[in-house]
Every structure is written in structure tokens, then in C-alpha cells.
């Protein structure tokens, strides 16, 4: 990216313009930093965002002073969407400019820094890439893993990322439609494993009194395990239950064995982090009337809450679906393990359920640890 910004006159910047006065009602007059793109993507170019601002925030609401990142280019600057341009200029609140957002993001200025660390124009730029080429769209409570650190080669727990309304630019409206800015808060693996049990809203809201306005510090700790925050989501969890409906694993095989005049058994085959995450959201949705599906590779299993009793049922040959009542559901969280073992649960005899270490990897595919090894604690 260049540090001059890319427009043309020929176009109008109606768009642009509507994202600069939401920025100028927080930081008045400051001269952002700003790094547009050489190429247009639209002409060929690499990079789908036309430019990416940075203002220094001094520390407003008792946050550390940090560089504020500001995108454009999700939204419609100039007026180029098909169907979505307004002659007349009047704005309009029903429909979405381009992709209906802006993204922003936080990060601390370390000592003596004059200039904004250029790594998160990449780190955003690739986020655009994801948007443009794939068409999903974020919004508020969304989250997405950086499958690594969110600043590459970086030694940081920060590998997870939450989308959360911006708390200084609110929602404005330009005339080719509305626009969101959503700021990205990089968070641990850890943490985001405990939002999961309630949501991403509620584990944000609980972390902010510890990062005040979301400020993404990479050198930071964990905060999952902090009383105050680990007791909001407990309490949140138990009250609302979980908005985490699907879980994903690389390991999850079903195989069926039924021997004449025997009933049908099967094994049912997770990784240890699988099991870690399934026994920490099932308390989340059945006892609150909501299913959880757990996907694999060719396999998946769908868990569904039952007055009383357990039964399994094949929805096709590669889909369990496994019924619970209260009394059934925990004796699998009391029995099953994230550990390497074989386990049958009381009063759920038909099941068998194998849990398989899993392996931890790094970029390279070396394995960095093992999770769930026989006679692990």
C-alpha cells in the first residue's frame, strides 16, 4: 500500500465522505495517516480496500493511548454498486452500502512510536480478501480464528478474532445506504472457548472492564480465567444458554457394529479438544431446549435435548442424531473425559465413546503439544 490516498475525480466521494465526518465527530482536526492502494481491485489490483486510515487515540475512556485503524472500501465510496447509487443524494436507511460495513481496529502505541506499525494494513487487507472472494459478510457477535497469530511470525496468545460495534463510531448513513463499523478485538483461543458457552457479546462485555474500548494489546494475557470474568460467563451461560450451535473437529468417525440378536452398538470417535469443547457448551443448549451439532470431515453427530431417556436414530448414514434427558446428559458430563480412553456412559449403553489425543501444530504442521494423552490429569 501506498501512503497516498487513491480517488478519482471523475467519481463522486459521497461515501467516503460520510466515513471521514463520523471519524472527524471523534478526533476533530487530526490529520489521520492515511495508506491508500496503488491499484484499484476492481482494475487488477491486490488489495480490495481503497485505503485504511490511522488517528492516535490519546487513551479516551481509560484505555491505553493507541492507533485507531479505520478501512474503506467494504461500503460504497463512490457510488459504483449496481442499483445502489441515489441521484438525488437523499440518504437511504433500507438498504446496505456495498457490504454494509467499515472495519476498525486498536492497538497500543508502544513506547516511542511515532508512526503506525504497518502489519495490521495487511492484517485487514486480508480480512477484505476473505469478504470479496468468499461473499460472507461479518457482523456484531461474529467471530473468526487467524489460524495462527493474529500478527504473523509474532510469539502472542492472540490467534482469535471478535466482531463488536465500534464504541466511538456509530452507524451512519450515506446516500448509497447504511454503514456499520465493526471493530475487530483480538482474543485468545482460551477466551473465545469460554465465550462459546454463552456469546461473543457477553464475553467481550465481560473482558472490556480489563481492555477498556477493545484495545488489542498482543503482549497481553489470557483473561479467561479471571474470577469476574469467567463468573459473567457462568452466570450468563446458565441464564441464557449458549448461542454456539455447531461445533467443528478434524476428528469425528461413527462406525456401527450390530451382531445378530444384538442390539446395535457405536463407537463414537472425537479428539480430546473436541470432547473439551463439546462438554463445555452442552450444559449451554439442552437444559435451554437447543440442539448442538458437532460436524467432521465425513462424519457428524447431533445431540437433542429429551424430556427423559436416551435414543439414537441414524438421519442418514453418515448423521447420528443421540436424545438426552436431563438425568442422561449428566451422566456423559460426569463420565466422558478429555482424555484418551474408551467411556460408556450410564444409562447411554448403546454409545461408545472414544476420545483420541489431539495434536497440537504449529504453521509448519510440526506438532508443538499433545492434548488429552492417556493418564493426562
Request: no cysteine.
Amino acid at each position: 500500500m501506498t501512503d497516498v490516498p487513491d480517488t478519482d475525480d471523475d467519481d463522486s466521494t459521497l461515501g467516503w465522505d460520510a466515513i471521514d465526518a463520523v471519524a472527524e465527530k471523534v478526533y476533530g482536526g487530526q490529520e489521520p495517516q492515511h495508506y491508500g492502494t496503488a491499484i484499484s481491485y476492481r482494475l487488477g489490483g491486490n488489495d480490495p480496500l481503497q485505503g485504511i486510515s490511522v488517528y492516535r487515540n490519546a487513551g479516551d475512556a481509560g484505555s491505553k493511548p493507541h492507533w485507531h485503524y479505520l478501512t474503506y472500501g467494504f461500503s460504497d465510496l463512490y457510488g459504483e454498486d449496481e442499483d445502489e447509487g441515489d441521484e438525488s443524494g437523499e440518504p437511504d436507511e433500507e438498504k446496505r452500502s456495498g457490504y454494509g460495513f467499515e472495519l476498525t481496529f486498536r492497538l497500543p502505541i508502544e513506547d516511542g512510536e511515532t508512526t503506525p506499525p504497518s502489519w495490521p494494513l495487511n492484517f485487514l487487507q486480508n480480512i477484505a480478501r476473505y469478504v470479496f472472494q468468499s461473499g460472507n459478510v461479518f457482523a456484531a457477535g461474529h467471530w473468526m480464528t487467524a489460524n495462527g497469530p493474529i500478527k504473523a511470525g509474532a510469539d502472542t496468545q492472540i490467534t482469535e478474532m471478535g466482531f463488536v460495534a465500534d464504541p466511538q463510531f456509530p452507524a451512519t448513513v450515506s446516500p448509497y445506504g447504511r454503514v456499520e463499523f465493526l471493530q475487530i478485538v483480538g482474543i485468545t483461543a482460551d477466551e473465545l472457548a469460554e465465550g462459546k458457552r454463552w456469546n461473543l457479546r457477553g464475553l467481550l462485555s465481560a473482558l472490556e472492564p480489563q481492555m477498556p474500548l477493545w484495545v488489542t494489546d498482543i503482549h497481553r494475557a489470557s483473561l479467561h480465567a479471571r474470577p469476574e470474568v469467567k463468573a459473567a460467563i457462568d452466570q450468563g451461560a446458565e441464564k441464557e444458554g449458549s448461542n454456539t450451535g455447531v461445533l467443528y473437529g478434524s476428528v469425528l468417525t461413527l462406525k456401527s457394529e450390530k451382531k445378530l440378536l444384538r442390539a446395535e452398538k457405536i463407537t463414537v470417535t472425537m479428539g480430546a479438544l473436541l470432547v473439551r469443547d463439546l462438554l463445555g457448551l452442552l450444559p449451554g443448549r439442552l437444559p435451554h431446549g437447543k440442539d448442538l451439532s458437532v460436524a467432521g470431515d465425513d462424519f457428524a453427530l447431533i445431540f437433542e435435548p429429551a424430556d427423559a431417556g436416551s435414543q439414537h436414530e441414524w438421519e442418514d448414514p453418515q448423521t447420528l442424531v443421540v436424545s438426552l434427558g436431563p438425568r442422561e446428559l449428566q451422566a456423559l458430563l460426569d463420565t466422558l473425559k478429555p482424555r484418551g480412553a474408551d467411556y460408556v456412559v450410564p444409562g447411554i449403553n448403546h454409545l461408545i465413546w472414544r476420545v483420541e489425543p489431539s495434536q497440537i501444530k504449529d504453521q509448519s504442521g510440526r506438532v508443538q503439544e499433545v492434548f488429552g494423552a492417556p493418564g493426562d490429569a
